[in-house]
């Protein structure tokens, strides 16, 4: 699928029917909504999550904000057992990383399997990279696998049952190499790098956006390179097999009304279009489309035979 092949169509018809609640619409919301992040605040999805919530509670003239349900190191899940637990009336709403809906009915947790969720729609991908200090001494991936064949390099992640940390490994395994242990984190940024406690870290581009003339960026996670490092091959012009992009969706529970889908899926489209979630894909590399839910479905399909690929180079 060309994701931007739908973008035009899409958002248009989404600016086209946003409009102020009406009588007809009172039923919903006509009490605070709350959109749950499974983050901590301050990268690319808690912010346009944030857009959102405002342009929804402008919308409607209910209460709305983001909840942060950042998962201690262990990645989104606990934030989205909120969602799942909640009740399937569009008043708790995930914004979800690619691994919710595809890992999460694997890894033995009982909320999520099998998967609760439907999508409304994915709005971003992430400039996700490979970033290793200024001070490395290597300069890319293949000068990495070289080093790591006689030192020991230590890896640092959001949670090693994730996509971006499993294309990590595997991309290691593919290159020859392996990294000499690794540590999960809530949040991976310059000060990680700064304070020695790991050697490569992957992250968002956002999170070292502020340091970025002094990290290396040994590569990226997704389909092309990103804007701002043109330079950066990505992992899979490395190893084709880790063909894979970081998304992130906005979800509720399945049982959710189709027609309070529909309501949340207008104001996001709308929220998209806006000329300050295009400034801020301009200025981070970030990837910012509207995916429709069927879209949206048949992308998380592909995404789970293609973890299964990944799998399989760690076996």
């Given at each position: 699928?060309?994701?931007?092949?739908?973008?035009?169509?899409?958002?248009?018809?989404?600016?086209?029917?946003?409009?102020?609640?009406?009588?007809?619409?009172?039923?919903?919301p006509?009490?605070?909504?709350?959109?749950?992040?499974?983050?901590?605040?301050?990268?690319?999805?808690?912010?346009?999550t944030?857009?959102?919530?405002?342009?929804?509670?402008a919308?409607?003239?209910?209460?709305?904000?983001?909840?942060?349900?950042?998962?201690?190191?262990?990645?989104?899940?606990?934030?989205?057992?909120?969602?799942?637990?909640?009740?399937?009336?569009?008043?708790?709403?995930?914004?979800?990383?690619?691994?919710?809906?595809?890992?999460?009915?694997?890894?033995g947790?009982?909320?999520?399997?099998?998967?609760?969720?439907?999508?409304?729609g994915?709005f971003?991908?992430?400039?996700?990279?490979?970033?290793?200090?200024?001070?490395?001494?290597?300069?890319?991936?293949?000068?990495?696998?070289?080093?790591?064949q006689?030192?020991?390099?230590?890896?640092?992640?959001?949670?090693?049952?994730?996509?971006?940390?499993q294309?990590?490994?595997?991309?290691?395994?593919?290159?020859?190499?392996s990294?000499?242990?690794?540590?999960?984190?809530?949040?991976?940024?310059?000060?990680?790098?700064?304070?020695?406690?790991?050697?490569?870290?992957?992250?968002?581009?956002q999170?070292?956006?502020?340091?970025l003339?002094q990290?290396?960026?040994?590569?990226?996670?997704?389909?092309?390179?990103?804007?701002?490092?043109?330079?950066?091959?990505?992992?899979?012009?490395?190893?084709?097999?880790?063909?894979?992009?970081?998304?992130?969706?906005?979800?509720?529970?399945?049982?959710?009304?189709?027609?309070?889908?529909?309501?949340?899926?207008?104001?996001?489209?709308?929220?998209?279009?806006?000329e300050?979630?295009?400034q801020?894909?301009?200025?981070?590399g970030?990837?910012v489309?509207?995916?429709?839910?069927?879209e949206?479905?048949?992308?998380?399909?592909?995404?789970?035979?293609?973890?299964?690929?990944?799998?399989?180079?760690?076996?």
């Amino acid at each position: 699928m060309n994701i931007f092949s739908t973008t035009a169509l899409t958002v248009g018809l989404g600016l086209a029917s946003v409009v102020a609640p009406t009588a007809l619409w009172a039923e919903y919301p006509d009490r605070p909504v709350s959109f749950v992040v499974p983050w901590p605040p301050g990268d690319l999805e808690d912010v346009i999550t944030r857009f959102i919530a405002e342009d929804f509670q402008a919308a409607y003239g209910v209460p709305t904000g983001v909840v942060n349900r950042p998962g201690g190191g262990g990645g989104p899940f606990p934030g989205a057992i909120e969602v799942a637990t909640a009740p399937a009336d569009g008043y708790t709403i995930g914004s979800f990383i690619i691994a919710v809906p595809v890992v999460g009915p694997q890894i033995g947790i009982p909320e999520l399997n099998p998967n609760p969720f439907e999508p409304i729609g994915n709005f971003l991908t992430y400039p996700f990279v490979i970033a290793a200090g200024a001070d490395a001494p290597y300069d890319d991936m293949a000068g990495l696998a070289a080093y790591a064949q006689d030192h020991d390099v230590v890896l640092g992640h959001f949670g090693a049952p994730l996509i971006p940390t499993q294309v990590t490994f595997a991309a290691a395994a593919a290159l020859g190499f392996s990294y000499a242990s690794d540590a999960a984190f809530d949040m991976l940024d310059c000060n990680t790098l700064a304070s020695g406690d790991v050697d490569v870290i992957n992250t968002t581009l956002q999170l070292i956006l502020p340091c970025l003339d002094q990290v290396k960026v040994l590569a990226s996670v997704g389909g092309e390179r990103i804007s701002l490092t043109p330079d950066t091959p990505t992992v899979s012009e490395l190893v084709p097999e880790l063909d894979i992009a970081l998304w992130n969706g906005l979800f509720v529970h399945r049982d959710t009304p189709q027609d309070v889908r529909d309501r949340i899926a207008e104001v996001a489209q709308r929220t998209l279009a806006s000329e300050r979630v295009q400034q801020l894909a301009a200025d981070t590399g970030a990837l910012v489309y509207w995916q429709n839910a069927d879209e949206a479905t048949a992308q998380i399909a592909r995404d789970i035979e293609t973890l299964s690929v990944i799998a399989g180079m760690l076996d």
